[in-house]
């Protein structure tokens, strides 16, 4: 079956340094894959999308990468502050609607 | 402000009873979605609809039942045959743009069933 994986260990990084999330997938090729915020108690927000065809996309702090060769998608967010604590999940389009994987949860220490 | 409005934020219920989850959106989608989110589970899709009058079941269906009467208003009914229904739901709504779907989520509702 189609499926999106997260490394489901919280991940804890330094204030300032650079945190990288990683997605992989299975089973099929997704046209772009996305990534979305969720803070504990909301619903998720999305952040960046990137498309197959796009080596990487950034946005302010953040980058997004695709390698279709090795079937993964890294998030990076660059100068983390503690305000950046929280879930992060990454999703792709199936064949019918979007899969999403089990989120990675991003703690920033001061 | 456009977006989707779900009600209410907590809710109670004994065992045995149906109850009704609301989600309305005001951003003019046409497809709109309902998620479960259990601790370490992830989202789980439970039905979906792309336009109004039709629904499709997702994943986890059983123990569920939804309408779509309004494009703007998705309802989700919790039954008394979905025999682990505590959870956070989720509803969301999708735009489509150039074959990209984004989702925008609504804020949850967390469902305790006692």
């Known amino acids: 079956s189609q499926k999106i994986e997260q490394n489901s260990e919280a991940l804890n990084i330094q204030e300032g340094k650079t945190a990288t999330l990683t997605c992989n997938y299975t089973?099929?090729?997704?046209?772009?894959l996305q990534w979305y915020r969720q803070d504990p108690g909301r619903g998720p927000v999305f952040l960046l999308l990137?498309?197959?065809?796009?080596k990487e996309k950034r946005k302010e702090r953040l980058k997004v990468t695709f390698d279709t060769t090795l079937k993964q998608s890294l998030f990076h967010i660059t100068a983390s502050q503690p305000a950046d604590s929280a879930t992060y999940l990454c999703?792709?389009?199936?064949?019918?609607?979007?899969?999403f994987g089990k989120g990675t949860r991003l703690h920033i220490l001061p | 402000d456009g977006g989707i409005t779900q009600s209410p934020k907590y809710l109670f219920r004994k065992e045995g009873q149906n109850v009704t989850l609301s989600c309305e959106q005001n951003?003019?989608?046409?497809?709109m979605y309902w998620y479960r989110q259990d601790p370490g589970q992830g989202l789980r899709l439970i039905y979906y609809?792309?336009?109004?009058?039709?629904?499709q079941k997702g994943d986890i269906a059983e123990g569920y039942s939804v309408s779509r009467e309004k494009k703007e208003s998705f309802p989700l009914t919790v039954t008394s045959a979905q025999k682990n229904p505590t959870a956070f739901y989720l509803c969301?709504?999708?735009?489509?743009?150039?074959?990209?779907?984004?989702?925008?989520f609504g804020p949850g509702t967390r469902l305790t069933v006692t």
């Open positions: 969301a709504s999708t735009v489509t743009s150039g074959g990209i779907n984004e989702q925008y």
């Open positions: 089973n099929y090729s997704p046209a772009y």
């Open positions: 990137i498309r197959e065809n796009e």
């Open positions: 999703a792709g389009r199936g064949d019918d609607k979007i899969i």
């Open positions: 951003l003019n989608h046409d497809a």
């Open positions: 609809s792309q336009i109004v009058n039709d629904f």
